[in-house]
């Protein structure tokens, strides 16, 4: 069993910067990769960034050089930095956590742009 807890969201203004972070207890040395998800009103849920165990990231074509992906495994939280926010980006942010089996879900933190 892993709990995943998310916080840092906010409403921020176009062109501003927020941090989130995902605290992961339970099984955490079952983790394998971690990401952060969204999805907006009315639109499925997106792959925003995952990062490996070894600290290997992907993200998705429309946050690649404005979002970071990062981890500190000593203190089993992953985080992202989103800068250059644009109002397309607010949505609610969860973070997931994938062992073998099952992934985990946190229940999200909200993200606002306005223009």
């Known amino acids: 069993q892993v709990q995943l807890v998310e916080s840092g969201g906010g409403l921020v203004q176009a062109g501003g910067s927020l941090r989130l972070s995902c605290t992961a207890s339970?099984?955490?040395?079952?983790?394998?990769?971690m990401g952060w998800y969204r999805q907006a009103p009315g639109k499925q849920r997106e792959l925003v960034a995952t990062?490996?165990?070894?600290?290997?990231?992907n993200y998705a074509d429309s946050v690649k050089g404005r979002f970071t992906i990062s981890r500190d495994n000593a203190n089993n939280t992953v985080y992202l930095q989103m800068n250059s926010l644009k109002p397309e980006d607010t949505a609610i942010y969860y973070c997931?956590?994938?062992?073998?089996?099952?992934?985990?879900w946190g229940r999200g933190t909200q993200v606002t742009v306005s223009s």
């Open positions: 997931n956590a994938r062992t073998i089996l099952p992934s985990y």
């Open positions: 339970g099984s955490i040395f079952s983790i394998n990769d």
């Open positions: 990062i490996t165990r070894g600290g290997s990231t």
